[in-house]
Nanobody, 122 residues
Framework: QVQPVESGGGLVQAGGSLRLSCAAS????????VGWFRQAPGKEREFVAV????????SYADSVQGRFTVSRDSAKNTVYLQMNSLKPEDTAVYSC???????????????WGQGTQVTVSS
């Protein structure tokens, strides 16, 4: 099985940028769609972005469309989430997940990372 591992979180001021990485340990990511989700304190987990196995298809939540970009580097077995123009409401724990289907629903994913904290100060 594949084990996603996130990195790149931190503290940033509003308007700034961060790039999150999701690396695969164990098996390769190449056969999996990879989704990003986030959960803020007191709120339910929500979909952020997803990229297909080939990288040819992506989808974003309306709240991040135009600000966030998901990409994958097969050679490095890593998926990235570039986050620009960050807002305080983007503060959350961000997790990546691998699954067989290109999906926006968390239940469709089989393997989850432990998450990385992103904090955006105003």
């Amino acid at each position: 099985q594949v084990q996603p591992v996130e990195s790149g979180g931190g503290l940033v001021q509003a308007g700034g940028s961060l790039r999150l990485s999701c690396a695969a340990s164990g098996r390769t990511f190449s056969n999996y769609a990879v989704g990003w989700f986030r959960q803020a304190p007191g709120k339910e987990r929500e979909f952020v972005a997803v990229i297909s196995t080939s990288g040819g298809s992506t989808s974003y939540a309306d709240s991040v469309q135009g600000r966030f970009t998901v990409s994958r580097d097969s050679a490095k077995n890593t998926v990235y989430l570039q986050m620009n123009s960050l807002k305080p409401e983007d503060t959350a724990v961000y997790s990546c997940a691998a699954g067989r289907f290109f999906a926006v629903v968390a239940g469709s994913y089989d393997y989850w990372g432990q998450g990385t904290q992103v904090t955006v100060s105003s």
